[in-house]
Nanobody, 127 residues
Framework: QVQLVESGGGLVQAGGSLRLSCAASGRTFSSYAMAWFRQAPGKEREFVAAIGWSGGYTYYADSVKGRFTISGDNAKNTVYLQMNSLKPEDTAVYYC????????????????????WGQGTQVTVSS
């Protein structure tokens, strides 16, 4: 029932910035957390960043700490990913994901935890 739509991807030179957005609709219960994952060709999908709505806690993969910032508005069912100092290795399809209802024992760093996924938006960083 929940639908996520990403936007904001594109082509940027190394060192540049992009801001991704994810809008959710159709929610019937409060979201526990939302996150961004990414997947490069030939590689597994990997965790990028997450935000837990309660307390506003944020979490980042080591590879993006200090460069990316996740933020959002739970009331608007919207999450953002500000990406600065982009590197060629950041090139990937970026996916927005949502935990509809938290189950004890789940990890926000695991893609299996998430119930809903967007279609993805391409980010390409040139050298």
């Amino acid at each position: 029932q929940v639908q996520l739509v990403e936007s904001g991807g594109g082509l940027v030179q190394a060192g540049g910035s992009l801001r991704l957005s994810c809008a959710a609709s159709g929610r019937t219960f409060s979201s526990y957390a939302m996150a961004w994952f990414r997947q490069a060709p030939g590689k597994e999908r990997e965790f990028v960043a997450a935000i837990g709505w309660s307390g506003g806690y944020t979490y980042y993969a080591d590879s993006v700490k200090g460069r990316f910032t996740i933020s959002g508005d739970n009331a608007k069912n919207t999450v953002y990913l500000q990406m600065n100092s982009l590197k060629p290795e950041d090139t990937a399809v970026y996916y927005c994901a949502e935990v509809g209802k938290y189950s004890r024992g789940s990890s926000l760093f695991s893609d299996s935890t998430y119930d809903y996924w967007g279609q993805g938006t391409q980010v390409t960083v040139s050298s």
